[in-house]
C-alpha cells in the first residue's frame, strides 16, 4: 500500500484541521489504520487509530474528543479531523496501515507509513 498523508497547515490555537490519508496499489479494507506524530525533539507517539470495518477506534488520551478518525473503504481514505487544537499539537503527522491492529498501535514494524504531514498551530 502506497499512503499519501495531506491536509496539514497552519491553523490557530482552537481552531480545526482535517487530515487526510490516500491510499493505493493493495486491497485497503484489508489494513487497520492510524495515525502518529512527532515533534520536533520528541519520540514519535500514537495518535489515533481505526480497524479495518471501522467498528472500532482508539486514541490517545490527550486526543480524546477532539480529534476523530475514519475511513471510507469505499475512497481508500483514512481522515483525522482535529479540532480544538492546542499548542501542545504541532508536529509532523503520520499515517500508517498494518493489517494487525495492536502493533499498529504501538508502532511495532507497521506495514506502512505514509510522507507526513505538517500540522502547525499558533496561539
Known amino acids: 500500500v502506497q499512503l499519501q498523508a495531506y491536509g496539514g497547515g497552519l491553523v490557530q490555537a482552537g481552531g480545526s484541521l482535517r487530515l487526510s490519508c490516500a491510499a493505493s496499489?493493495?486491497?485497503?479494507?484489508?489494513?487497520?489504520m492510524g495515525w502518529f506524530r512527532q515533534a520536533p525533539g520528541k519520540e514519535r507517539e500514537f495518535v489515533a487509530a481505526v480497524d479495518w470495518s471501522s467498528r472500532r477506534t482508539y486514541y490517545t488520551d490527550s486526543v480524546k474528543g477532539r480529534f476523530t478518525i475514519s475511513r471510507d473503504n469505499a475512497k481508500n481514505t483514512a481522515t483525522l479531523l482535529m479540532n480544538s487544537l492546542k499548542p501542545e499539537d504541532p508536529a509532523v503527522y503520520y499515517c500508517?496501515?498494518?493489517?494487525?491492529?495492536?502493533?499498529?498501535?504501538?508502532?511495532?514494524?507497521?506495514?506502512?507509513w505514509g510522507q507526513g504531514t505538517q500540522v502547525t498551530v499558533s496561539s
Open positions: 500508517t496501515a498494518d493489517t494487525r491492529l495492536r502493533p499498529l498501535m504501538a508502532g511495532e514494524g507497521n506495514d506502512y
Open positions: 496499489g493493495r486491497t485497503f479494507s484489508n489494513y487497520n
